[in-house]
């Protein structure tokens, strides 16, 4: 199982945010490139962005930062959400060096938008599913839809996804506790590889993640438990290692 770095972008600044709360930040750097920096050094083996303004914008906001960070990092996949609604979005992204594109709101909102960008880059787009109590949020977690979590996984999977992204919006940037059972109940829908994202909190998150890894549990994202010091990255990412065994098909 991937530990994943999580380096959120808000006016070129580096934070994290409490429940999605664009008023509830913390700035963790000024320099996002020198923070992906450090977790590549510490031995990452992807990295997680998130443009911030874009995704309320709703286009791309910070790609120039992305951008400096994938030429910085050419040999380590980024997977990068935030605004990405349109076909040109996903292609300047991929043009530079991204490996994977995060489609949120434009999934539910438009879900055929995801089959049509899955013909045109496959392998290559990730469906984010944020969720508070089984229901999916859009616009940057400003909105709750009527969508069920469950269910549209399934169709993205069948649509080619190469991956979904499930965070429980209510525990992100929380720290208290990833979700573990809503994730596994997602993995249990689909067969393609799940990443779990909101609220993890220490080692114990990660044990419990790895306990439940056989269910297709490919990656955990991290933010603010490594920014603050309650999970140390290397430590996570070494027993993961370890302890998980799962492998996508």
């Not at 995704?55 to 990068?80: F, K, T």
Request: aromatic residues 6%; charged residues 25%.
């Amino acid at each position: 199982m991937l530990i994943i770095p999580a380096i959120d972008i808000k006016n070129g600044k580096c934070v994290r945010l409490s429940q999605g709360d664009m008023n509830k930040e913390t700035v963790y750097s000024d320099d996002p490139v020198a923070m992906a920096d450090r977790w590549v050094e510490a031995g990452a083996r992807r990295l997680h962005i998130v443009d911030l303004d874009g995704a309320v914008n709703g286009r791309p906001s910070n790609a120039d930062v992305v951008h400096a960070i994938a030429e910085a990092h050419p040999d380590v996949p980024l997977q990068v959400g935030g605004g990405i609604r349109d076909e040109d979005s996903i292609q300047t992204y991929l043009d530079v060096g991204v490996s994977f594109v995060i489609i949120g709101t434009r999934a539910v909102t438009t879900p055929h938008f995801v089959s049509d960008v899955c013909l045109e880059f496959p392998g290559h787009i990730i469906v984010g599913l944020d969720a508070k109590n089984g229901k999916l949020a859009t616009n940057g977690w400003s909105k709750l839809s009527h969508h069920d979590a469950n269910d549209m996984a399934q169709r993205f999977e069948e649509e080619g996804v190469a991956a979904i992204i499930f965070t429980d919006i209510g525990r992100d940037g929380m720290l208290n506790n990833v979700n573990v059972k809503a994730t596994v109940d997602i993995c249990q829908n689909i067969t393609i590889p799940v990443i779990a994202s909101g609220g993890i909190s220490d080692m114990e998150d990660i044990k419990a993640l790895c306990e439940a890894g056989e269910e297709g549990i490919f990656g955990a994202i991290t933010g603010r438990a490594i920014y603050e010091g309650k999970l140390d990255f290397a430590e996570a990412q070494q027993y993961a290692d370890q302890a998980c065994t799962y492998e996508p098909e």
